[in-house]
């Protein structure tokens, strides 16, 4: 099958005249999660990992993927021709690499230059220059031979309303419009679809989990332009857009309104796509979408709506938590019957849109794998002994939450109890920490780490990610992180109003796996001589399992907070609870010593 | 008088055909102190601060300087017609806009390239170009009527063994070839001093503290050229000069010779002055000097030299110690009394050759000035109570060395001491970092700054700088700092063999100072699955007061810090005490509980 498609493709790519042709993951718009209309490299591969590049030459063609994908790469691509290129390893060429070395002098590159952006495509672009390569950006080969292909997403939109959002579309266009004079643009153009639906205050389902809708958009001196399918507008966002001058034209029709824009254009290079950029003949201007950190700062009325749905959210956890104590004896609550519950216990809840990403309901040693998802294969029931890991979260009218809570089913071992107290320990500091105005992440995420290095272990992934706001769960240009990664933009001075969690762990293969998750708000403290200090506001109140603790770990501050925490808990959470269930919070709550 | 010079100056402008002139603080090789030679700012201006730049127009002079010297300067400049210029304060304006301003299209700006780097200077070609202003880097006006002028340093130079600096000159040639074959570099210009202290092995004492001589080097494919006077130098030098065949050349020959350099010429924009840089020919590749990192990670042999100037330094600062605690008490111990008496324990170690820097001898409130030096007009007699703030150093032929105590002479405050046990506190979290190979100081800064942050304090510098070997106390590319400020260059990740200071302190205005200070060298721990680990090895052993320590806001591991440290105090330093000064170093590095 993987054969035939090649070599159907391969009579296209003879017909346009290009002796390669690139198949990236992305859809048209750099999107975490991409919709089965944009699937081409998994239709053409069989491959259906979440990252991955394949490219397909006349007489062969090669995969490349990373580290997580290796072994599940191999497999799915047996008997396929396609070779694996382990993307990290020794001896692995680059594309760029792989490419100059099968083409000869004045080929021709092709690929759907709405998938791959612009840096990349310019990377590309100033490798193959060394050969006289060209690169032609135009055609989408892979849609003239997928005769099924899923169509477009089309999801009927809705208005998110200013209750919610704090502010009104032309507030929103000014602010932008405010940041393109800062660098003399005088136009602007957005095709991050997060971006989009923050600006507009529109929302869809185009993709699960991520209620927004596949649009572009232009944001000139005197008018803006969304490009979106006019009949997927609800009435309420039409009215609007008439109210506020906002043009509405067809979703592809961008790609020729770019074509006459005259002007300092400011482009993105790191979210635009490439076809738009190539074809762009007015002036410039590369630097950040400024609506990234517009979007990031969460104003008074999202931190309001966002703190309701944290408690709707806390109620639905806390409930869960409840449940699970009364069932797991039973021997009926199985990994999977434990996450649906939970979905249950959430969509309970008024305003409740949908879950924020899949569920993370990992029993023992599955907690170990940190992106584990629960399926027929691998669920299991859970038993009075060990560690439960759930990490999930929910989209409500109100914002977005992410939470994650290791449960303590029974007896654990010495060493499940050393570790979840001393990745309780890192989440605190975290935290309860006070900065002087300016730091990043980075200079932040020691606090939570060193708990942990100073044993030696390590958790290999970030502390914490922003998280929009009835919006993507995993946010730009917020988080924690060590490493500075340019590319990963979440290293921007945490300003007032972002929103991150705080989510260190530890994971021992074969054996269990600890998170403790919360959300945290930026917020203002004392200003002085010495500067603007900072300091986090927590948002999330579900209790964590004090089963898990050896306070003797633990500092008396640390300890402090955990029951300052408990405490705020209990407030917050039992008037929603049933008479029965305020018997237990209260005593899950109770202080440590 | 400075009218005069000025009329003077613009005589000679006049001649050249230049019609703004710009003055900086700077030498030739960016040094951090300048020798008297170099002081054209000063003698144009009378301003005697330690940063500015003077600019002169035809009818109009200004000077810019930073917060640390507008109440100086303002009054050193008083009837001298230059204007003042605040740097940082609104409304001020830059440089380039102040002779965008003043000048005519198409004028010409002088300045003496030697004593402006390659950044700076194409700032100003930038700024200049919009108004077709262009620049003059060929005349060092002040030179023709600054007829007293100070000779140029001329110190004879002395060789600095390999048992001392671990590497031989050929072997250190060889290693700075390798980086620049990593970039394709032909040839690599090299103008920093310290730099060229460290690739040929040679010392001078051309600046005080900091014992190396003016030179310039060029390292090419299949041949070094040292450029310095050929008559400064020490037999021994000379001898291995031949040996490696190191071509010596006149000091000022390099600009003669830079320009029909072919091929490609590694050049640090950031160190490499001006004159030079606009007289290459050649391919340029901007890079970092790759001896600032080579440098910077000592070999093992400087590692174990510089363990022993360390504890000859230790001995000294604690025999002064010592010797606080016995005189004060007589009342005829004085600040600068006390840093003589301070030099003198240093002066009879072996080896010891000067100061490192300007010792800092700070009594109570003189302490809260974190720059201060003690003079005729402040010094101020000892008394048995508050505190004295020392910060001194010493270059030995075995290293280099920093060290800051803070004594308690007699009874403090409340307030002093929980400040003094908060920084103590800040010293030590820093010094027992654990951490992942890849982290720079801005990812461990909150370790120290930490518990003071906590309470809204913070000390307003950097926490550390790296330290050199028999070289400057002050080096790149490690410290401590928070911000990412990439003109310092104080931010690399830290690597085996760096060595840094550890100096957090607390200053209150008008009541007291305190700062503790220790090296530390960065050394490899465990190797395991989730990485390298390193941590720091302390390099100075001299006790920290006690008697300012309240162990009730110390954490049960930094106390027992302490109590370790205070044990290997004992342990290296006793052995180099009389029979009462060890009794009484029992007693101060005896165990707090």
């Known amino acids: 099958m993987i054969k035939n498609r090649l070599q159907a493709l391969r009579l296209e790519m003879e017909k346009t005249g290009v002796q390669a042709y690139i198949i990236p993951t992305s859809d048209f718009h750099e ?109 989408d080969l892979v849609g003239r031979i997928w005769t099924d292909r899923p169509s477009l997403p089309n999801s009927k939109t809705f208005h998110y309303d200013v209750k919610y959002a704090g502010k009104e579309m032309d507030v929103k266009l000014n602010e932008v419009r405010e940041e393109m004079k800062k660098v003399y643009a005088t136009s602007h153009i957005i095709t991050k679809i997060d971006q989009i639906a923050w600006l507009f205050n529109l929302r869809a389902f185009d993709i699960p989990h991520f209620p927004v809708a596949l649009a572009y958009a232009l944001v000139e001196e005197n008018q803006a332009t969304l490009y979106i399918d006019n009949s997927r507008l609800d009435e309420e966002s039409r009215t609007l857009f008439n109210t506020y001058g906002v043009i509405v034209k067809a979703y592809d029709e961008i790609y020729e309104d770019v074509k006459s824009l005259q002007g300092n254009i400011l482009v993105d290079p790191s979210n635009v796509n490439s076809r738009i950029f190539f074809s762009l003949k007015g002036n410039i201007i590369e630097g950040r979408d400024p609506i990234i950190s517009l979007k990031a700062q969460k104003n008074d009325v999202e931190l309001a709506s966002t703190r309701l749905a944290h408690i709707k959210d806390g109620v639905a956890v806390t409930k869960f938590m409840y449940w699970l104590d009364q069932n797991v004896k039973t021997g009926n609550v199985s990994e999977m019957s434990a996450e649906a519950k939970l979905q249950e216990f959430r969509a309970s809840q008024e305003g409740y849109i949908e879950d924020s990403f899949s569920t993370i309901s990992a029993y023992k040693e599955h907690a170990a794998m940190m992106h584990y998802s629960s399926n027929e294969n691998t669920n299991v029931t859970l038993r009075e002994e060990g560690m439960l ?75 914490g990610h922003g998280v929009g706001h009835l919006s993507s769960v995993h946010e730009a240009p917020n988080g924690f992180r060590w490493r500075i990664v340019p590319e990963r933009n979440d290293s921007a001075v945490l300003e007032y109003g972002m929103i991150q969690s705080d989510e260190p762990g530890v994971y021992v293969e074969g054996k269990f796996g600890i998170r403790h998750e919360n959300e945290l708000i930026v917020k203002k403290g004392v200003k002085n001589y010495y500067g603007q200090f900072m300091h986090f506001e927590v948002l999330t109140f579900v209790p964590f399992d004090k089963k898990g603790i050896d306070t003797s770990l633990m500092t008396k501050d640390e300890i402090e907070w955990l029951n300052d925490y408990h405490k705020e808990v209990f407030e917050k959470i039992s008037p929603f609870m049933n008479e029965d269930e305020k018997v237990w919070l209260k005593d899950v709550c109770s202080p440590l010593v």
């Open 31 to 139: 999107t975490e999660y991409v919709a089965s209309y944009f699937a081409c490299r998994k239709y053409m591969s069989g491959f259906t990992g979440s990252a991955g590049v394949l490219v397909v030459l006349m007489d062969k063609a090669a995969l490349w993927t990373d580290g997580r994908y290796f072994i599940q790469a191999a497999s799915e691509l047996e008997n396929s021709t396609i070779e694996l290129m382990k993307m990290g390893q020794e001896g692995t060429p680059s594309i760029e690499e792989y490419i100059l070395d099968n083409l000869s002098q004045g080929s021709v590159v092709g690929f759907d230059g709405r998938t791959i952006n612009t840096n990349d495509a310019r990377r590309y672009q100033n490798a193959f220059a060394t050969k006289e390569i060209s690169l032609e950006p135009n055609y």
């Open 389 to 463: 890991l759930v990490d999930s979260g929910g989209q409500y009218y109100e914002g977005t939450t992410d939470i994650t809570r290791t449960f303590v089913l029974g007896p654990i071992t010495e060493e499940e109890k050393y570790w979840f107290t001393l990745s309780m320990r890192s989440h605190i500091r975290l935290a309860k920490a006070n900065w002087l105005y300016g730091c990043r992440g980075l200079n932040l995420d020691i606090l939570a780490r060193g708990p942990l290095w100073d044993q030696n272990m390590d958790y290999q992934c970030g502390t």
